[in-house]
């Protein structure tokens, strides 16, 4: 059993879509020349046949020779066993450069979308990546299956050459110019099939996102009974792809019509030439019957050239969709001077706020417009390192300069729209699988969410469908707070995390979050504007116009801030 795809090394060359399928290339070099090889011995087999049939005709029955009639007979049955065997492996070099180049892609992509956060949805649509990794990558394999069918035909077009020129120069001539000059003449019809074909993939892309957008959103749609109008979004981007579709098949028609019409052309003005030979007793009747066959055949070498094209318009368009995922940086990397990571218990200051987040603390911060909010979690969990972001300071450490690995392990930011995958729940929980049930249960107990797992039948054990879309918000909530709980992060930022939950359930929630973080010494920071949350804090930041303006507990703000007092009782 072979594993697809082998390890890459290197970074992919991303400077033009042509730089990149090379780049792909050079990675399977031993595949790609084994199926190059195998096709030219393929093709070549074949294009010999004629020249051996005409011969068995001139030495074996004219010339009455049973000896070189079974000879050239023999030669016959051992092409065919040739062309049989080269064949199969060929097309089996051929698939293996196709997956080996699909999967790589696919792979990549999967990488990418895995390491660049918010900056990849924030440059591309959701069905943009989708359609990338799903069909771009499949049609930009092709190309590595037909260079290996192309090799072979260039293969067979020199060996024919050769043959018809011993007969005659004149034909030999006709060959050697006649086909390139027809496969030229193909590139007339296939230069408007590559815009064509770029206009159906964005199509397509769109159509995509809508449909994606539309999925994720359909129990919100159907409260408010506003599906049909997604669903008629999501029909006129259809009839787009579809005409775009329509007019690709059309290219797709003329490709078709035009290569039957060039190599029949080709075919028939061959023909005649050997004809006219044989008529002024230039030739033997054999070498008709050769000559003949390989009119038959150099139909070959000018329909493999078409779609060879037609397929190389595919993979550029195709590569040019995956560069554009490709080149999507990470709001955050890796500093060029790294600098070791505070010890426990440090303080994290945001300079351009002011907020201090100190050790051990549960800190709620509140602000009049949501947005300074999210800007600070941004910063304190290091999300963006954009020119120009203010410094974050982790104890003496200037947090843009510590090792991500290290932040991501002691700072861990839970959103307030995090996601579920499919798999066992327990899995959903932890997992790094660092906890055993009892560990699990407590933190589904400090999150309120011992009643979701009482309804399920398999318990810990339940298989969770994609998105968690077998739980209800409130549901989804409270199993992630139970997951964030279980990362027993030094410093964890949960935001909104009550926002989906009832009044009780929220509660409950609050009255059991300082045992669960401050009992052990951790640190909690909490994006809230929630009176049954704030209440429990030990301290309280309220921001405007994204600083400072006030800090205390949450009855002390309540009784000196009325901007404070009127965000929170808004918020009630």
């Known amino acids: 059993m072979r594993s697809f795809p ?35 011995v393929w093709m070549a087999s074949q294009a010999v046949m004629p020249f051996v049939l005409g011969r068995a005709i001139d030495d074996g029955v004219i010339g009455q020779d049973s000896r070189a009639l079974l000879a050239w007979t023999l030669a016959l049955l051992g092409l065919m066993v040739v062309q049989a065997a080269s064949d199969t492996a060929t097309h089996r070099a051929g698939v293996s450069s196709w997956m ?33 990794a799903a069909s771009d990558a499949f049609r930009l394999g092709e190309v590595y299956e037909v260079l290996t069918r192309l090799a072979g035909a260039a293969a067979a077009w020199v060996v024919v050459t050769v ?4 007969t005659s120069p004149v034909l030999g001539v006709v060959v050697l110019i006649g086909v390139p000059v027809s496969c030229a003449l193909l590139l007339f019809v296939v230069r408007p099939m590559q815009a064509r074909q770029r206009e159906q993939r964005e199509a397509a892309g769109k159509m995509t996102a809508v449909g994606a957008d539309t999925v994720a959103g359909l129990r919100v749609l159907r409260g408010i009974g506003g599906e049909h109008i997604f669903v008629d979004r999501y029909r006129t981007k259809s009839t787009a792809t579809r005409d775009s579709g329509i007019r690709v098949a059309r290219s797709l028609a003329d490709l078709e019509a035009s290569q039957v019409f060039i190599a029949g052309t080709f075919s028939v003005v061959f023909t005649w030439v050997g004809a006219s030979l044989v008529l002024e007793g230039a030739i033997a009747p054999g070498e008709l019957v050769a000559l003949y066959g390989f009119s038959i055949f150099l139909v070959t070498p000018i329909r493999a050239a078409a779609d060879s094209v037609a397929r190389f318009i595919r993979a550029h368009v195709g590569a040019r969709k995956i560069i554009a995922v490709l080149e999507v940086d990470a709001n955050v990397s890796e500093s060029a001077t790294p600098v070791p990571a505070p010890r426990a218990g440090s303080v994290l200051v945001d300079e351009r706020s002011g907020v201090v987040v100190e050790p051990g603390l549960l800190t709620a911060v509140v602000s009049r417009e949501p947005a300074d ?45 995090p996601q579920l995958f499919s798999g066992p729940l327990r899995r959903q929980l932890d997992p790094h699988g660092r906890h055993d049930d009892a ?12 009643d979701i797992l009482d309804g399920l039948e398999g318990g810990l054990a339940h298989e969770v469908t994609e998105r968690g879309r077998g739980f209800s918000g409130g549901q989804r909530q409270r199993l992630v707070l139970a997951r964030a709980y279980l990362t027993e992060a030094e410093t ?67 009784a000196d801030s009325s901007a404070y007092r009127d965000v929170v009782i808004r918020s009630e």
């Not at 290197?10 to 020349?33: C, E, F, H, M, V």
């Open 6 to 40: 082998y390890p890459l090394a290197g970074s992919p060359d991303l400077r033009s879509p042509a730089r990149y399928l090379l780049w792909l290339g050079a990675r399977q070099k031993a595949t790609l020349a084994a199926g190059i090889a195998l096709g030219s």
């Open 439 to 450: 560990a699990v249960l407590a933190a589904l107990e400090a999150a309120s969410a011992l």
């Open 373 to 417: 909010s999210t800007e600070v979690l941004t910063r304190l969990g290091r999300f963006d390192d954009g020119p120009g972001a203010p410094t974050v300071r982790w104890g003496s450490a200037d947090l843009r300069r510590v090792p991500l690995a290290d932040i991501r392990a002691r700072i861990v930011v839970s959103e307030a729209a």
């Open 100 to 132: 080996q180049a699909a999967f790589s892609s696919v792979r990549l992509v999967g990488h990418k979308i895995s390491r660049t956060g918010d900056a990849l949805p924030t440059a591309l649509s959701t069905g943009e990546v989708v359609s990338t």
């Open 163 to 166: 043959l018809i020129w011993q």
């Open 492 to 558: 964890l930022v949960l935001v909104e995390p009550t926002s989906a939950v009832d009044a009780h359930t929220e509660q409950r929630i609050a009255a059991r979050l300082a045992g669960v973080r401050a009992r052990d010494g951790l640190t909690t920071v909490i994006v809230t504007a929630s009176p049954l949350m704030l209440r429990t804090m030990d301290r309280v930041v309220f921001l405007e116009d994204g600083r400072i303006s006030a800090q205390g507990s949450h009855r002390d703000l309540m």
